[in-house]
Every structure is written in structure tokens, then in C-alpha cells.
């Protein structure tokens, strides 16, 4: 096992574009941008997240590993990531919400970073639509002035951590092909989430 990479440019300094990564850059000029910087098989299911509920009036960010094997050597910490494209993006974004997936064995959404408003918009809306969602209170939270969601105008984003087993239930399974056909659930998140932002 080598050595982790400390940014963007080292973690994609032999790997290629297109054959081991895709970078996904929708600039819609909105105050609102949605993040997905650990999509396709670094962890399933959050680039789909991120694209629906940008939907076609937020802009988005997504850095999706689509190597056949291997694609958690493409997690870059997010208060490491520096793409280029995801920086500009967000220095003329007011507000980023960050979607992340994480291993709790429970089907749960941790909400965490600086926004407290918003933060609280969301757990009342995903509550409130069947989901559960609470407060991230782990040294992992998206409060980190560098973590790429508070990279914002605001310096105040959000970050969702999504569990494994809740991801599950978006799509017919979380392989490639699976995360192709997402579910009810899936819709019933996404219109959460997007009440939450601009309800």
C-alpha cells in the first residue's frame, strides 16, 4: 500500500480521464451548488444523488472513479480536494451542499458543515418525508474551514454523510448497472432534499 495522495494533482498523476475518472462540471450560475466528490465506485450512488437534486437549475460538481476494480484508491479526503474545476465552481457558488457515502450499518443520513440553518432544514425535511436523519457529531462532520463544502462564497456549506444500507434503497442494487435504475426512494430524497434547499 503506498502512500495516500495529498491533493487532486497527485491523486490523478497516473490515472487517465475518461478510462479511470470522469469529472462532471455543470456551471448553471445558481447560489447553490451540489457536490459528489466520491462518485461512481468510490462510493456508489452519491454522483446520481448530486445530479438529480441539482436538477437543472443548481450548478454541480461530480468526480466519479469508473475503474473496473480499485476505486476507493481515488478517495481524496475533502479537506484535501482541490480540483481546479470544483475550486472555480465554487468561488462563485454562495452556498455548496457536499453528498458523501459512509459505512453505518443503519439506514441514516448525517448532516454536518457550517450551515446551521440549512443544516436543520434538511434533517426536519428528510425526518419529516420517512427519512432518518440527525446531526453529524463524528470528528468528520464537514466543519473543517478547508472541507471542499465550505469552499463557498459563505465559507459555510453542508456535507451529507449517506450510509450504505440507505443508498441500497435507491437503485436496484449499487453495482454499475444497479445505480442505472433508481427507486421511489430515491425520487422521495431527491424532492426532500430540493424543498429543503429552496422551499
Known amino acids: 500500500m503506498g502512500h495516500r495522495p495529498q491533493d487532486f494533482q497527485a491523486l490523478i498523476s497516473n490515472k487517465n480521464s ?8 455543470l ?29 437543472n437549475d443548481l450548478s454541480c460538481y461530480v468526480f466519479e472513479g469508473i475503474q473496473y476494480t480499485n476505486n476507493c484508491e481515488l478517495h481524496l479526503p475533502s479537506t484535501q480536494f482541490n480540483d481546479p474545476l470544483c475550486v472555480n465552481l465554487l468561488q462563485t ?5 457536499s453528498i458523501h457515502g459512509c459505512a453505518f450499518p443503519q439506514e441514516a443520513v448525517f448532516v454536518g458543515g457550517l450551515n446551521t440553518p440549512i443544516i436543520n432544514r434538511i ?17 468528520h462532520s464537514g466543519k473543517h474551514p478547508s472541507n471542499l463544502c465550505n ?13 450504505r444500507p440507505l443508498r441500497k434503497t435507491f437503485f436496484r442494487s449499487l453495482d454499475r448497472p444497479g445505480r442505472e435504475h433508481p427507486t421511489d426512494a430515491f425520487d422521495k430524497f431527491v424532492t426532500a432534499m430540493r424543498n429543503a434547499l429552496l422551499g
Open 27 to 55: 456551471d448553471r450560475g445558481s447560489e447553490i451548488a451540489i457536490l459528489a466528490p466520491h462518485a461512481g465506485g468510490i462510493e456508489p450512488g452519491t454522483g446520481k444523488l448530486a445530479q438529480s437534486i441539482s436538477g
Open 151 to 163: 469552499l463557498c462564497e459563505s465559507k459555510k456549506g453542508v456535507q451529507l454523510e449517506l450510509s
Open 93 to 97: 457558488t454562495k452556498f455548496a451542499v
Open 123 to 139: 434533517i426536519e425535511q428528510l425526518n419529516s418525508n420517512g427519512f432518518w436523519a440527525s446531526r453529524d457529531q463524528t470528528d
Open 18 to 25: 475518461g478510462v479511470d475518472y470522469f469529472q462532471l462540471v
